[in-house]
């Protein structure tokens, strides 16, 4: 088996784990618990993700992630620790995403215990130097940890649709 299947079956069993987690944590969480500060606080994190990409601001987009968070990148690239996802941002956005503008419509969010959620979203991004006209769709899968009173992204992943998928099958958001 090769490294890339090897590493593709460990991030598919993570998600099907955190995604278990979130259905039993679910379950077994009380009901008299308010998690509405805790989903606005998440919410504005993602409308942060957006801003910062559409200014271009790396490192306010850096700054969502705790210090050792984890970004897996469409490619299955791997950056590790807020530097690197910053200067790897930074780096394609002097480039490549220079003119681009994502947006972002939250999909799911489900708490998987008191300090963690799993996040997914889908983003529509445009403006990518390579395919100036093409519209790109992906699915964004985040892990947000609270530390210290804050949420932050400790475990993220960026998968991009096929041109193949379908338009009922991917996120097309209504901007």
Same mark, same amino acid.
């Given at each position: 088996?090769?490294?890339?299947?090897?590493? !593709?079956?460990?991030? !598919?069993?993570?998600?099907?784990?955190?995604?278990?987690?979130?259905?039993?944590?679910?379950?077994?969480?009380?009901?008299?618990?308010?998690?509405?500060?805790?989903?606005?606080?998440?919410?504005?994190?993602l409308g942060a993700w957006e801003d910062a990409w559409n200014r271009h601001d790396m490192r306010a987009f850096a700054s969502l992630f705790h210090d050792d968070g984890v970004w897996v990148l469409w490619t299955g690239d791997t950056w590790v620790g807020r530097k690197a996802i910053e200067d790897g941002?930074?780096?394609?956005?002097?480039?490549?995403?220079?003119?681009?503008?994502?947006?972002?419509?939250?999909?799911?969010?489900?708490?998987?215990?008191?300090d963690a959620a799993v996040v997914r979203f889908c983003s529509t991004l445009t403006g990518d130097e390579r395919a100036p006209e093409k519209l790109i769709r992906s699915r964004k899968i985040l892990i947000v940890t609270r530390r210290d009173s804050d949420w932050k992204i400790g475990w993220?992943?960026?998968?991009?649709?096929?041109?193949?998928?379908?338009?009922?099958?991917?996120?097309?958001?209504s901007q």
């Open positions: 088996m090769t490294h890339r299947i090897r590493y !593709c079956l460990r991030v !598919c069993l993570l998600i099907g784990a955190a995604t278990l987690c979130s259905r039993v944590a679910m379950a077994q969480e009380p009901t008299s618990v308010d998690r509405k500060p805790d989903r606005e606080a998440i919410a504005a994190m941002h930074a780096e394609v956005h002097r480039t490549v995403f220079r003119n681009s503008i994502q947006r972002e419509r939250l999909e799911e969010l489900a708490f998987v215990g008191t993220g992943q960026n998968t991009r649709f096929a041109d193949s998928t379908s338009d009922s099958s991917a996120c097309l958001s």
